[in-house]
């Protein structure tokens, strides 16, 4: 799971993953409001635990911020899943691609420290892309074969789109005006007469 474990080769104690856990959320609250220049320091008082902590987790900033943006795939995949049984195909892309914009927030604070690990060439960056664009392809094929969307857009056409919304102008409010847009571009992805039933 975390540094520590992987160094030891033991099973982690359950207070060593409750800390990974308390660093995690804190890193990305931290990172989320500060951008990659905030502190670790900042991030263990947050999680109410001591620097070397931190440290024996993630021994440079860049596990840290891998570890939390994966931390967040993790949990869109999941969400994916939970939609998946959503009875409006249209409701569950929309409400997966709303929440997927705390995930782009977390990565915005920590973009510049994550660019040289989300090269396109990296195998991290190809482990998540793979993982975020099979859950919009689960949702996106559920709503075609039902007939409510639209069969000639692609997942990956979908996500370089939500991005390039994501990331047109960084301003107060922009998660605001993502979903704005976000709730047009899904709305041209519907077939007529077949928008959200809920």
Known sequence: MGGEAQK??????AD???NRERLLEAARDVFSAGGPGASLEAVARRAEVGIGT???HFPTREALFQAVYSREVDEMVTLAGELANDPDPVAALRKW????IRMVATKRGMLTALT???DSSSAFYADVSARLLSSIDTLMQRGVAEGRLRDDITSEELMRAFLGICYTREQEGWQQTVIRLLD???DGLVVPGQHSRG
Do not use: E, N
Not at 8 to 13: D, E, I, L, M, S
Not at 97 to 100: C, F
């Open 8 to 13: 030891t080769g033991k099973k982690p104690r």
């Open 16 to 18: 060593s993953i409750r």
């Open 54 to 56: 931190l440290y024996r």
């Open 97 to 100: 691609m709303h929440a997927s």
């Open 116 to 118: 040289p690990t989300l």
């Open 184 to 186: 047009v571009f899904i």
